[in-house]
T-cell receptor, first 112, second 115 residues
Framework: QKEVEQNSGPLSVPEGAIASLNCTYS??????FFWYRQYSGKSPELIMS????GDKEDGRFTAQLNKASQYVSLLIRDSQPSDSATYLC????????????FGPGTRLSVLP | DVKVTQSSRYLVKRTGEKVFLECVQD?????MFWYRQDPGLGLRLIYF???????EKGDIPEGYSVSREKKERFSLILESASTNQTSMYLC??????????????FGEGSRLTVL
């Protein structure tokens, strides 16, 4: 059973701080890695994808991947109250439905 | 914009009732998925479909069935609802190869309560 793990939180950070969200996965054959944001009562939306080791930056968001450690992270710089949401890590092995696995999500609260 | 529409946002059913959850997408996507989302467990795949009349079991298919008679519509059926099926149900669609790029488009969800 492929597993994706995240701390459930809540993770609370003050406005303007860096929020760091972490995710580990069990399948070494995993090829692509994603972060989805889910506001309360809403559906998940894709915010970041990463495919190779290292960092990928998009605005205030940076995704980091370390395949040797089977670890993915999402950094949110200059956190805003509007970033308060649940962040879901997802890991894909081979574009087959059962091999696209979501973590349980981390709830982030950015305090004004 | 891709639109995935789920027929009911909130449903309350009795144990033993047959429940239909409908999902329609307007982007001609081949792939459609049904997930349930529970606190602490994340999204778990129930069934998915890569084509009309095609279905594949996900991780938790027990107690559920699906129907895909038309490309745009994917229905989830609970033959005899039980209280442990109380959950948020999310439908999603994806173009070919979409899982490689994370292109999963979700509906707004259907919150089912089974009494």
């Amino acid at each position: 059973q492929k597993e994706v793990e995240q701390n459930s939180g809540p993770l609370s950070v003050p406005e303007g701080a860096i929020a760091s969200l972490n995710c580990t996965y069990s399948d070494r054959g995993s090829q692509s890695f994603f972060w989805y944001r889910q506001y309360s009562g809403k559906s998940p939306e894709l915010i970041m994808s990463i495919y190779s080791n290292g960092d990928k930056e998009d605005g205030r968001f940076t995704a980091q991947l370390n395949k040797a450690s089977q670890y993915v992270s999402l950094l949110i710089r200059d956190s805003q109250p509007s970033d308060s949401a649940t962040y879901l890590c997802a890991v894909n092995t081979d574009n087959y439905g059962q091999n696209f696995v979501f973590g349980p999500g981390t709830r982030l609260s950015v305090l004004p | 914009d891709v639109k995935v529409t789920q027929s009911s946002r909130y449903l309350v059913k009795r144990t033993g009732e047959k429940v239909f959850l409908e999902c329609v997408q307007d982007m001609d996507h081949e792939n459609m998925f049904w997930y349930r989302q529970d606190p602490g467990l994340g999204l778990r795949l129930i069934y998915f479909s890569y084509d009309v009349k095609m279905k594949e079991k996900g991780d938790i298919p027990e107690g559920y069935s699906v129907s895909r008679e038309k490309k745009e519509r994917f229905s989830l059926i609970l033959e005899s609802a039980s209280t442990n099926q109380t959950s948020m149900y999310l439908c999603a669609s994806s173009p070919p190869g979409g899982l490689d790029t994370g292109e999963l488009f979700f509906g707004e969800g259907s919150r089912l309560t089974v009494l």
